[in-house]
């Protein structure tokens, strides 16, 4: 696709349900990044990847945030057991190879826990 | 403390303003600068990126002080359509994200 693509845009989980959020990069990007975004707050980081490999996930709140991208493409965040305070937006985004690049973001998913 | 700091605004100006915005950054070793905007439910989008020398896109002028720690944009002659946060970006190797800055401009 032309840009970076997300899915669901929306999600309503009952709190302990567990959830897994999409993300597909632009053809070609090799780093992929995830961002919590809650209402009135910039994105913050939770995760880098460059192709599968998982530079840094030092950004992931607790040990039930999992992130994978297995082929170096398609990424998916999971959360186990949600809780109320999971309720954000997650972002995706992904960039060329190189520090200097544009990152290009996903519509993001809306996360709400009930 | 925060990574990258920004004043969270709100800035209210008139249209034809122009306006600063400031942010700091904690980690000597950032490599690469950037401005994106959002809009309200909207993804970030780059506006601008930050180069050492100082860079103008219009009526926007991005400068960074290496040594300070510190990054600029300034926006010239505002229009309504400018009205958005204004998010810095620092990147060594994640790509880190101030809390935005809330720019309201009116008529």
């Known amino acids: 696709g032309a840009g970076v693509s997300q899915s669901p845009r929306y999600k309503v989980a009952k709190r302990g349900q567990d959830v897994a959020l999409r993300c597909d990069p632009i053809?070609?990007?090799?780093?992929l990044f995830w961002y919590q975004q809650a209402l009135g707050q910039g994105p913050e980081f939770l995760t880098y990847f460059q192709n599968e490999a998982q530079l840094d996930k030092s950004g992931l709140p607790s040990d039930r945030f999992f992130a994978e991208r297995p082929e170096g493409s398609v990424s998916t965040l999971k959360i186990q057991r949600t809780q109320q305070e999971d309720s954000a937006v997650y972002l995706c985004?992904?960039?060329?190879?190189?520090?200097?690049?544009?990152?290009?973001f996903g519509q993001g998913t809306r996360l709400t826990v009930v | 403390r925060k990574e990258v700091e920004q004043d969270p605004g709100p800035f209210n100006v008139p249209e034809g303003a122009t306006v600063a915005f400031n942010c700091t950054y904690s980690n000597s070793a950032s490599q690469s600068f950037f401005w994106y905007r959002q809009d309200c439910r909207k993804e970030p989008k780059l506006l601008m990126s930050?180069?050492?020398s100082g860079n103008e896109d219009g009526r926007f002028t991005a400068q960074l002080n290496r040594a300070s720690q510190y990054i600029s944009l300034l926006i010239r002659d505002s229009k309504l359509s400018d009205s958005a946060t204004y998010l810095c970006?620092?990147?060594?190797?994640?790509?880190?994200f101030g809390a935005g800055t809330i720019l309201r401009v009116k008529s």
């Open positions: 970006v620092v990147r060594w190797v994640k790509l880190v």
């Open positions: 985004a992904s960039s060329l190879a190189g520090l200097g690049t544009e990152a290009f």
């Open positions: 930050v180069y050492s």
């Open positions: 053809s070609g990007h090799v780093s």
